[in-house]
T-cell receptor, first 116, second 114 residues
Framework: AQSVTQLGSHVSVSEGALVLLRCNYSSSVPPYLFWYVQYPNQGLQLLLKYTSAATLVKGINGFEAEFKKSETSFHLTKPSAHMSDAAEYFCAVSDGLTGGGNKLTFGTGTQLKVEL | DAGVTQSPTHLIKTRGQHVTLRCSPISGHKSVSWYQQVLGQGPQFIFQYYEKEERGRGNFPDRFSARQFPNYSSELNVNALLLGDSALYLC?????????????FGEGSRLTVL
Protein backbone atom coordinates (compact mmCIF):
# COMPACT_ATOMS: atom_id res chain seq x y z
CA ALA A 1 0.00 0.00 0.00
CA GLN A 2 1.10 3.53 -0.70
CA SER A 3 0.37 6.72 1.14
CA VAL A 4 1.51 10.30 1.48
CA THR A 5 1.35 12.59 4.47
CA GLN A 6 1.31 16.33 4.05
CA LEU A 7 2.43 18.18 7.16
CA GLY A 8 0.48 21.37 7.71
CA SER A 9 -2.99 21.80 6.29
CA HIS A 10 -2.46 25.56 6.10
CA VAL A 11 0.74 27.46 5.35
CA SER A 12 1.01 31.24 5.24
CA VAL A 13 3.96 33.14 3.78
CA SER A 14 4.72 36.72 2.85
CA GLU A 15 5.08 37.67 -0.79
CA GLY A 16 8.72 37.19 -1.78
CA ALA A 17 9.41 34.68 0.99
CA LEU A 18 10.41 31.05 0.60
CA VAL A 19 7.63 28.54 0.12
CA LEU A 20 8.12 25.12 1.70
CA LEU A 21 5.35 22.53 1.59
CA ARG A 22 6.12 19.20 3.19
CA CYS A 23 5.29 15.72 1.95
CA ASN A 24 6.39 12.35 3.26
CA TYR A 25 5.57 9.13 1.45
CA SER A 26 5.25 5.46 2.21
CA SER A 27 5.67 2.91 -0.56
CA SER A 28 6.66 -0.74 -0.81
CA VAL A 29 7.98 -0.21 -4.34
CA PRO A 30 10.01 2.59 -5.91
CA PRO A 31 7.48 5.38 -6.04
CA TYR A 32 6.44 7.89 -8.62
CA LEU A 33 5.75 11.15 -6.81
CA PHE A 34 3.80 14.18 -7.90
CA TRP A 35 2.74 17.62 -6.81
CA TYR A 36 -0.55 18.98 -8.11
CA VAL A 37 -2.05 22.43 -7.54
CA GLN A 38 -5.75 23.26 -7.33
CA TYR A 39 -6.95 26.83 -7.73
CA PRO A 40 -10.43 27.73 -6.44
CA ASN A 41 -13.23 26.16 -8.46
CA GLN A 42 -10.79 24.50 -10.82
CA GLY A 43 -9.44 21.02 -11.41
CA LEU A 44 -5.97 19.90 -10.45
CA GLN A 45 -2.90 20.85 -12.48
CA LEU A 46 0.38 18.94 -12.49
CA LEU A 47 3.24 21.01 -11.06
CA LEU A 48 6.00 18.43 -11.25
CA LYS A 49 6.74 14.72 -11.02
CA TYR A 50 9.52 12.43 -9.85
CA THR A 51 10.11 9.26 -11.84
CA SER A 52 13.62 8.27 -10.63
CA ALA A 53 15.51 10.13 -13.37
CA ALA A 54 16.79 12.89 -11.09
CA THR A 55 16.29 13.58 -7.41
CA LEU A 56 15.83 17.33 -7.90
CA VAL A 57 12.79 17.97 -10.04
CA LYS A 58 11.91 21.33 -11.53
CA GLY A 59 8.32 22.13 -12.36
CA ILE A 60 6.20 24.95 -13.63
CA ASN A 61 5.86 28.41 -12.11
CA GLY A 62 9.29 28.23 -10.43
CA PHE A 63 8.49 25.30 -8.15
CA GLU A 64 10.87 22.44 -7.49
CA ALA A 65 10.97 19.37 -5.27
CA GLU A 66 13.72 17.09 -4.02
CA PHE A 67 13.31 13.35 -3.61
CA LYS A 68 15.10 12.13 -0.47
CA LYS A 69 14.86 8.38 -0.11
CA SER A 70 16.56 8.32 3.28
CA GLU A 71 13.95 10.70 4.66
CA THR A 72 11.05 9.36 2.51
CA SER A 73 10.31 12.96 1.65
CA PHE A 74 9.37 14.96 -1.42
CA HIS A 75 9.03 18.54 -0.20
CA LEU A 76 7.92 21.31 -2.57
CA THR A 77 9.77 24.63 -2.59
CA LYS A 78 9.76 27.96 -4.36
CA PRO A 79 12.38 30.62 -3.58
CA SER A 80 10.04 33.60 -3.77
CA ALA A 81 6.28 33.45 -3.27
CA HIS A 82 3.92 35.38 -5.48
CA MET A 83 0.33 36.29 -4.76
CA SER A 84 -0.76 34.08 -7.65
CA ASP A 85 0.68 31.03 -5.83
CA ALA A 86 -2.20 31.06 -3.36
CA ALA A 87 -3.95 27.73 -3.91
CA GLU A 88 -4.24 24.22 -2.50
CA TYR A 89 -1.35 21.89 -3.13
CA PHE A 90 -1.56 18.11 -3.18
CA CYS A 91 1.24 15.59 -2.98
CA ALA A 92 0.50 12.23 -4.61
CA VAL A 93 2.14 8.84 -5.11
CA SER A 94 1.75 6.11 -7.73
CA ASP A 95 3.29 2.65 -8.11
CA GLY A 96 3.43 3.23 -11.85
CA LEU A 97 1.36 0.16 -12.59
CA THR A 98 -2.07 0.18 -10.96
CA GLY A 99 -4.67 1.68 -13.25
CA GLY A 100 -2.07 2.07 -15.92
CA GLY A 101 -0.07 4.11 -13.47
CA ASN A 102 -2.95 6.52 -13.14
CA LYS A 103 -4.07 5.39 -9.71
CA LEU A 104 -2.74 8.21 -7.61
CA THR A 105 -2.98 8.28 -3.84
CA PHE A 106 -3.26 11.89 -2.75
CA GLY A 107 -2.47 13.58 0.51
CA THR A 108 -5.02 15.73 2.31
CA GLY A 109 -3.64 18.92 0.80
CA THR A 110 -1.97 22.09 2.02
CA GLN A 111 -3.68 25.44 1.57
CA LEU A 112 -1.06 28.08 0.77
CA LYS A 113 -1.86 31.68 1.65
CA VAL A 114 0.38 34.49 0.39
CA GLU A 115 0.21 37.79 2.22
CA LEU A 116 1.45 41.22 1.19
CA ASP B 1 -7.22 22.82 -27.64
CA ALA B 2 -10.12 22.15 -25.33
CA GLY B 3 -9.30 20.71 -21.95
CA VAL B 4 -11.16 17.96 -20.13
CA THR B 5 -14.83 18.88 -19.97
CA GLN B 6 -17.29 17.57 -17.42
CA SER B 7 -21.04 17.86 -17.11
CA PRO B 8 -23.05 18.80 -15.24
CA THR B 9 -20.97 21.21 -13.17
CA HIS B 10 -23.36 21.19 -10.24
CA LEU B 11 -26.28 18.96 -9.32
CA ILE B 12 -28.46 18.20 -6.34
CA LYS B 13 -29.98 14.79 -5.72
CA THR B 14 -31.84 13.12 -2.88
CA ARG B 15 -30.90 9.92 -1.11
CA GLY B 16 -31.68 6.79 -3.08
CA GLN B 17 -31.57 8.48 -6.47
CA HIS B 18 -29.24 7.72 -9.32
CA VAL B 19 -26.75 10.08 -10.97
CA THR B 20 -24.79 10.04 -14.22
CA LEU B 21 -21.74 12.24 -14.67
CA ARG B 22 -20.09 12.77 -18.03
CA CYS B 23 -16.56 13.47 -19.14
CA SER B 24 -14.93 14.31 -22.46
CA PRO B 25 -11.15 13.85 -22.51
CA ILE B 26 -8.63 16.00 -24.29
CA SER B 27 -8.47 15.15 -27.97
CA GLY B 28 -5.98 12.32 -28.49
CA HIS B 29 -6.18 11.09 -24.92
CA LYS B 30 -7.37 7.50 -24.66
CA SER B 31 -7.27 7.05 -20.89
CA VAL B 32 -9.87 8.42 -18.49
CA SER B 33 -9.75 8.25 -14.70
CA TRP B 34 -12.38 9.22 -12.14
CA TYR B 35 -11.68 10.61 -8.69
CA GLN B 36 -13.91 11.59 -5.77
CA GLN B 37 -12.89 14.61 -3.71
CA VAL B 38 -14.77 15.06 -0.46
CA LEU B 39 -14.58 18.53 1.06
CA GLY B 40 -11.33 19.03 2.93
CA GLN B 41 -9.69 15.89 1.59
CA GLY B 42 -7.54 14.88 -1.33
CA PRO B 43 -9.02 13.14 -4.37
CA GLN B 44 -9.63 9.40 -4.12
CA PHE B 45 -9.25 7.07 -7.11
CA ILE B 46 -12.47 5.45 -8.33
CA PHE B 47 -11.81 4.03 -11.81
CA GLN B 48 -9.41 4.10 -14.73
CA TYR B 49 -10.43 3.21 -18.28
CA TYR B 50 -8.21 2.76 -21.30
CA GLU B 51 -9.45 1.80 -24.75
CA LYS B 52 -12.92 1.19 -23.31
CA GLU B 53 -11.71 -1.36 -20.77
CA GLU B 54 -11.55 -0.95 -17.01
CA ARG B 55 -7.89 -1.05 -16.03
CA GLY B 56 -8.16 -0.10 -12.38
CA ARG B 57 -10.73 0.25 -9.61
CA GLY B 58 -10.47 1.90 -6.24
CA ASN B 59 -12.07 0.92 -2.97
CA PHE B 60 -15.62 1.98 -3.80
CA PRO B 61 -18.84 -0.04 -3.52
CA ASP B 62 -20.58 -1.63 -6.47
CA ARG B 63 -23.03 1.27 -6.52
CA PHE B 64 -20.31 3.05 -8.47
CA SER B 65 -19.86 2.05 -12.09
CA ALA B 66 -18.39 3.61 -15.20
CA ARG B 67 -17.86 3.04 -18.86
CA GLN B 68 -15.87 4.48 -21.72
CA PHE B 69 -17.28 4.99 -25.19
CA PRO B 70 -15.63 4.52 -28.62
CA ASN B 71 -14.91 8.26 -28.77
CA TYR B 72 -13.09 7.89 -25.39
CA SER B 73 -15.64 9.94 -23.47
CA SER B 74 -16.79 8.41 -20.21
CA GLU B 75 -19.69 8.21 -17.79
CA LEU B 76 -19.65 7.64 -14.07
CA ASN B 77 -22.83 6.24 -12.58
CA VAL B 78 -23.74 6.13 -8.93
CA ASN B 79 -26.84 4.26 -7.76
CA ALA B 80 -28.75 4.46 -4.48
CA LEU B 81 -27.12 7.73 -3.49
CA LEU B 82 -26.08 8.25 0.12
CA LEU B 83 -25.42 11.50 1.94
CA GLY B 84 -21.74 10.54 2.00
CA ASP B 85 -21.60 10.56 -1.80
CA SER B 86 -21.70 14.36 -1.71
CA ALA B 87 -18.39 15.39 -3.24
CA LEU B 88 -16.60 16.90 -6.20
CA TYR B 89 -16.18 14.24 -8.87
CA LEU B 90 -13.12 14.79 -11.00
CA CYS B 91 -12.38 13.30 -14.37
CA UNK B 92 -8.83 13.17 -15.68
CA UNK B 93 -7.44 12.13 -19.03
CA UNK B 94 -4.02 11.11 -20.23
CA UNK B 95 -2.27 9.68 -23.25
CA UNK B 96 -1.16 6.13 -22.75
CA UNK B 97 2.40 6.93 -23.72
CA UNK B 98 2.70 9.66 -21.12
CA UNK B 99 4.45 8.92 -17.87
CA UNK B 100 2.47 7.49 -14.96
CA UNK B 101 0.31 10.00 -13.16
CA UNK B 102 0.51 12.75 -15.76
CA UNK B 103 -3.16 13.52 -15.58
CA UNK B 104 -5.12 16.43 -16.97
CA PHE B 105 -8.11 17.15 -14.76
CA GLY B 106 -11.44 18.72 -15.56
CA GLU B 107 -13.07 21.22 -13.23
CA GLY B 108 -15.32 18.58 -11.78
CA SER B 109 -18.98 17.89 -11.13
CA ARG B 110 -20.10 18.96 -7.68
CA LEU B 111 -22.75 16.55 -6.36
CA THR B 112 -24.86 17.37 -3.34
CA VAL B 113 -27.02 14.61 -1.90
CA LEU B 114 -29.84 15.73 0.40
Amino acid sequence: AQSVTQLGSHVSVSEGALVLLRCNYSSSVPPYLFWYVQYPNQGLQLLLKYTSAATLVKGINGFEAEFKKSETSFHLTKPSAHMSDAAEYFCAVSDGLTGGGNKLTFGTGTQLKVEL
Amino acid sequence: DAGVTQSPTHLIKTRGQHVTLRCSPISGHKSVSWYQQVLGQGPQFIFQYYEKEERGRGNFPDRFSARQFPNYSSELNVNALLLGDSALYLCASSRREMGPGELFFGEGSRLTVL
